[in-house]
Nanobody, 124 residues
Framework: QLQASGGGLVQAGDSLRLSCVAS????????MAWFRQAPGKEREFVAA????????YYSDSVKGRFAISRDNAKNTVALQMDSLKPEDTAVYYC???????????????????WGQGTQVTVSS
């Protein structure tokens, strides 16, 4: 099970830090990712971290502003979001899976474990 938290209402340019707590999974041994879904839009990839390592992957829209990190001791994955923009407004979901095709790490269909989502709203 995955439990996401940390969302909220902020202004453009502000920062937020999302957290995803895992139970029944060891975050260091699975692929962990963040996706988001805005109203009327499909769920889209945001960031991912490879299992058993520190390789990270980002969508072009967040690269340089967001950072995904893993805390093995706390069994959590965080998404630090800086320089937020109104277009970052969405429900953010954390996802995990033990077996992800690396070439398709940005595809939501590769992940079988999902958190409940946390709302991020960025006002202009």
């Amino acid at each position: 099970q995955l439990q996401a938290s940390g969302g909220g209402l902020v202004q453009a340019g502000d920062s937020l830090r999302l957290s995803c707590v895992a139970s029944g999974l060891t975050v260091g041994r699975v692929y962990m990712a963040w996706f988001r879904q805005a109203p009327g839009k499909e769920r889209e990839f945001v960031a991912a971290v490879k299992r058993m390592g520190d390789n990270t992957y980002y969508s072009d829209s967040v690269k340089g502003r967001f950072a995904i990190s893993r805390d093995n001791a706390k069994n959590t994955v965080a998404l630090q979001m800086d320089s937020l923009k109104p277009e970052d407004t969405a429900v953010y979901y954390c996802a995990a899976d033990r077996n992800v095709i690396l070439s398709a790490i940005r595809s939501s269909s590769n992940y079988n474990y999902w958190g409940q989502g946390t709302q991020v709203t960025v006002s202009s």
